[in-house]
């Protein structure tokens, strides 16, 4: 594709839904990682996928977040039992190469999807 | 744990000012660093990458500049525009370990006409 692309661009949830996340990253691009950006806060990591390994899950907050990239290509992010706390926006980025990060390559970052928890 | 900061957290210019805008770090074990725009409602643009080797990478009117062991980068936009306005983020990637790319909270800039 022409770039990253996230689905929902917004998402409204009551406390303790389930939301499911999608990033669709740009074709070929072996490295994913999704960020959690606070308001008025930078991107905060959260997990970095290279191909369908999840390398490092060591930003997710509680074990209520779960990712997953089964096919080395789309990535979904599993939010369960919402809390008000979770509602941020939502960012997915790729990147060409992988080496598990060790690499000069850009970060492409998606729009983010707006997690709102009411 | 790699810690990064950037100064002044806002800021309001009238068009034409040449710009500074800082990023620090606490760990200079870095493999790269870079700058990113992020306009409202929307994800980050890379504007610049320097690697840890290099001191300045150019882009148009955007000039920034790494001093790793003082842990230190700069981002110099020339001559303002309106069109300069957005949130301007800066990444450093460690070297000592994990390679993932830790953000500042960035600085937001208004160019008004």
């Known amino acids: 594709g022409a770039g990253v692309s996230q689905s929902p661009r917004y998402k409204v949830a009551k406390r303790g839904q389930d939301v499911a996340l999608r990033c669709d990253p740009i074709?070929?691009?072996?490295?994913l990682f999704w960020y959690q950006q606070a308001l008025g806060q930078g991107p905060e990591f959260l997990t970095y996928f290279q191909n369908e390994a999840q390398l490092d899950k060591s930003g997710l907050p509680s074990d209520r977040f779960f990712a997953e990239r089964p096919e080395g290509s789309v990535s979904t992010l599993k939010i369960q039992r919402t809390q008000q706390e979770d509602s941020a926006v939502y960012l997915c980025?790729?990147?060409?190469?992988?080496?598990?990060?060790?690499?000069?390559?850009?970060?492409?970052f998606g729009s983010g999807t707006q997690l709102s928890v009411l | 744990k790699q810690e990064v900061t950037q100064i002044p957290a806002a800021l309001s210019v009238p068009e034409g000012e040449n710009l500074v805008l800082n990023c620090s770090f606490t760990?200079?074990?870095?493999?790269?660093l870079q700058w990113f725009r992020q306009d409202p409602g929307k994800g980050l643009t890379s504007l610049l990458l320097i690697q840890s080797s290099q001191r300045e990478q150019t882009s148009g009117r955007l000039n920034a500049s790494l001093d790793k062991s003082s842990g230190r980068s700069t981002l110099y936009i020339a001559a303002s525009q309106p069109g300069d306005s957005a949130t301007y983020l800066c990444a450093v990637k460690g070297s000592g370990g994990s390679y993932i790319p830790t953000f500042g909270r960035g600085t937001s800039l208004i160019v008004h006409p």
């Open positions: 074709s070929g691009h072996v490295s």
């Open positions: 980025a790729s990147s060409a190469a992988g080496s598990g990060g060790k690499t000069n390559e850009k970060l492409f």
């Open positions: 760990d200079s074990a870095i493999y790269n």
